[in-house]
């Protein structure tokens, strides 16, 4: 798969890479924080790791803060670490926090300075997810924090896989700053409890297939 070409990737590399040094040493007492408090509230391990998949197949291993009982805890398996935790029934409570706020994603800081991920792009898919859908396309960028489909599963509260794949290559085909800056935008007033029902930034049609019934947004 041809990587995206053109001045804008090696400069969003170099913005990437100031964000996340003069961020590191703040993320870093948030995560320690937390990581205490994860203790008190759901015992270890404190991160969740799993392999996913990153630019031009590249495979590499994500960190997060874990949200969810292990499955010994829950008493269904042998909670052996970095099984995926499927179950929404096992999120704890302190967990439940982590992913309203999307702190649980502050790990992912050391990513970015790796270049295994960047600011904005398609969030890394699983092995299996990618052999699922075809990634195509969306495989030539860094997978990232947020992005189109990141902001719709947030605002919508679903997210159907293949149309997650045709959104990211949507994001694809419109890489840039002005897209890149409006995503970041858009996640940090969504984050912060803006109004829901704006318009989306996707130019894809947000009530086509893929939706159940009853969840279909209006369009």
């Known amino acids: 798969m041809r990587r995206s070409t053109g001045w804008y990737p090696p400069v969003k590399r170099l913005v990437d890479l100031a964000v996340g040094v003069v961020a590191l040493a703040p993320t870093l007492a948030v995560v320690g924080a937390l990581s205490v408090t994860a203790v008190v509230a759901h015992g270890r391990p404190v991160f969740f790791r799993q392999e996913r998949v990153g630019r031009d197949g590249h495979h590499f291993t994500l960190t997060k803060l874990r949200t969810m009982r292990t499955l010994r805890d829950a008493s269904v398996g042998d909670g052996a670490v970095g099984r995926a935790y499927a179950e929404r ?44 859908v075809a990634s195509g396309r969306r495989s030539s960028v860094r997978p990232g924090f947020t992005c189109f489909a990141q902001l719709e599963l947030v605002e919508h509260g679903y997210l159907d896989k293949h149309r997650q794949v045709a959104l ?41 297939a893929g939706w159940p019934e009853g969840r279909r947004p209006p369009g």
């Open 89 to 132: 029934n096992r999120v704890t409570p302190f967990g439940a926090f982590l992913r309203r706020t999307h702190l649980d994603e502050l790990p992912q800081l050391v990513h970015i300075l790796t270049g295994d991920m960047t600011l904005v792009g398609p969030r890394p898919l699983s092995p299996g997810h990618v052999a699922e």
């Open 168 to 208: 990211d290559e949507e994001y694809v085909d419109r890489l840039g700053p002005a897209t890149d800056l409006a995503i970041l935008w858009r996640t940090a007033t969504t984050l912060l409890g803006a109004a829901p029902g704006r318009p989306p930034l996707a130019r894809l049609d947000p009530s086509g």
